[in-house]
């Protein structure tokens, strides 16, 4: 065999030398994982949540006393709840979910702590207190956070004016409701700001939102400012507008999510105004079922900072992960 196909390595056994060779390329067996940890994803269809599942395999890299399992609900309820049932008979030692929908995978759910499988819910919450932590933004606050923002941008406390167009996430979902509420917490006390749409559910995605959109313009000829629930319906509110030929007639595109490939950069661009890091819980989550296994407390409540993002500090964001 020829010298370069080894990998020479040198120890010292009883006081003599001792060379070892091994074969280019291996590497030591990884040790069998004491725990598997399931992962319930509602879908990967969105691009936060695509980030959401790098982070949490990034994570579980550091664990390898972790046999992490991901299953993706391809953005159907039952076929989450089927995957949750499945990791139940694989008795998962921690099952992590992030709902599709808060009430639907409720039941699956009381299912998995009624089998004594411990449950952390990741972004969006269910309907029972029985499960061990929730990890997550605090949606009511980002929403607070757009509206004070958006009032601001449309002429301050007192003086804002202006129509606006606001895209929900998922009707079935707490995260839409709190960003909502939050919102208009801050909106409603200005009697300048008209709201031209109600409730429009873009599902978190670009497409449905720039339908959505391309409605809004036929049926009114001032927008002053679109609040998307998150990046991709807002910014699909932009292309519809663009395409349009009224991009430029729009202040203001507001969105939340702030990924560096997205809602950075189009705020970099200037196709968007602003938008909020909405931080994924998956890294976290992770590390929180290995303290859980390791017999530590863990609260059961924990709150993933915010940020705005606009043009002034966009630059520096995109510079941190290498896109400036």
Known sequence: MKR?????MSATAAGAAMTIYLPVGWTPARAAAKWRVGFSQCTTLEPWRVQFNKEIQAEAKQHPE????????????????ADCENLIVQQVNVLLISPKESAGLTGVVEKAIDAKIPVIVLDRNVETKRITEFIGGDNLAIGRAAGEHAVKLLGGPGKAKGNVVEIWGGMGTQPAHDRHDGFHALTDKEPGI?????????DWKQDQAYNIMTTALRNNENIDLVYGHNDPMAYGAYLAAKDAGREKDIKFFIGIDGLPDEGATWVYKGLLTATFLYATPGAEGLRQAVKLLNGQKIPPVITLPTMLITKDNAPEILRKNGLL
């Open 194 to 202: 008209k709201y031209l749409l109600n409730n429009q559910s873009g």
């Open 4 to 8: 370069r196909e080894f990998l020479r």
């Open 66 to 81: 972790i046999d992490l399992i991901i299953t993706d609900g391809q953005d159907k309820t039952e076929k989450q709840v």
